[in-house]
């Protein structure tokens, strides 16, 4: 019996041997650096690997081009704030009905406008333009003393509507809705474009919830940052191990400072709820793949027109693997906020959040899950790391020239490293391995 493999077949050996690789890449950040560093960089990986789901469900499985991943996280990332923390005492009687009022005559201010555009054969456009300026000025006749109210409730702090007070593991499929919601509405006006269109409009619409988010200061307190997030179930809170005696005297018994101890179960706690939810997830993801919805996305992904022709609605399947993406995406924007503890909105840049998830995605394996697991995690280790060997590297090669402007301008150019380390790796995989590290079988 022949055992040779098929053209484009990879090894049985390929995913234990890249994931031992990056296993040992984590023993050596403990030996060198310690386990703290080490369980960071692992919870971060992963939930970046999460992104990578996402974004390798959209682009994987469905061939769209989704430049706007940042927008949908944003989205997720908002979860907890409307649904973990505290109503802020007071915001809602002062404002939240005049708010609510005014998304209320915005909404109707929209249905008109399209009911006059579908049954008015004359002057249907002056209409709608008529319908929706008065809907425009009713809106901020309502909205704006709404908002004023809110802001002005103790502002040092708050000055904003607050949460409902639910655990924090509820608002992670929540923050999955949330995004869902706004890709169902970008889907419907944006997935009959071109796919270089497509990228285009993806990227607009992310910086304009972006720009909502860092505004709004009614809603997530804006460039002023919602602190004090509630940690999801199980997870404690250092200072309570702390205090706790007989978690102090176990980690003296181990030979462990009782500080670092609770620092380490901590992180321990989330990886476990990462890996739950992350293997969950690939569990689902290789169920529709190997389904026949899964074939079929894959056809539509080889050849629309093919697949059109045979019947498929391309449009409707299309919205559906948009949406199901941005969940995903939203869920890990949920999911990070709630390992940081703060809702940033001013942090959220498209380098880190989208197209570094597309570079986890192509080196890892378009089309693969766990190609996306490893894209994830390995390049968001060496995301890290670039930035610490960075300025090290640049010193030494420096070191025999001459003080001048041209080594102080390399010097002080040593955070540039992690760009540069980034676009050399995605060279040397696209010369040397084009289908990614783990390709799609």
Known sequence: MSTSRQPGETSPLRAPLFFAILAALILLEWLTTGWNSALGILNMGLISAIMALGINLQWGTAG?????????????????????????????????????????????????????????????????????????????LAFDPAVAAIEAINPSAAGNLGGLGLPTLVSWPVGALLAAGAAWVVGKTALG???????????????????????????????????????????????????????????ESWGLDPTLASTLLVKLAFLALFLVVILLLIWASELALKSPWGRMMHAIRDNEISAAAM?????????????????????????????DGQMTPASYNPLRYTFLILVMVVVGGSGSNWGSVLGGVLIWYLWVKAGDWGPDLMQAAMAPLPEGDFKSHMINSAAHMRMLLMGALLLLVLRFSPRGLLPEK
Do not use: C
């Open 193 to 251: 474009l071109r796919s270089d269109y497509l990228a285009i409009a993806t990227l607009g619409i992310a910086e304009i919830i972006v720009a909502v988010l860092k505004n709004e200061q009614w809603l997530d307190r804006g460039v002023l940052n919602v602190n004090g997030i509630p940690r999801p179930w199980p997870v404690p809170y250092e200072i309570d191990l702390q205090s706790a005696p007989a978690f102090v005297a176990r980690a």
């Open 64 to 140: 769209l081009f989704n430049a706007g991943a940042m927008g949908f996280l944003a989205l997720g990332g908002l979860a907890p704030v409307l649904i973990a923390m505290p109503p802020t005492p007071g915001a809602f009687a002062a404002g939240g009905w005049g708010i609510l009022l005014a998304f209320a005559l915005a909404a109707a201010a929209l249905v008109g406008a399209i009911l006059a555009w579908r049954r008015l054969s004359r002057f249907r456009g002056l209409a709608v333009v008529v319908i929706l300026l008065l809907g425009f000025a009713l809106y901020r």
């Open 311 to 339: 019947g498929k609605n391309v449009t409707r399947r299309h919205l559906q693997v948009f949406v199901l993406g941005s969940a995903v995406i939203g869920l890990a924007g949920a999911m990070m906020i709630s390992l």
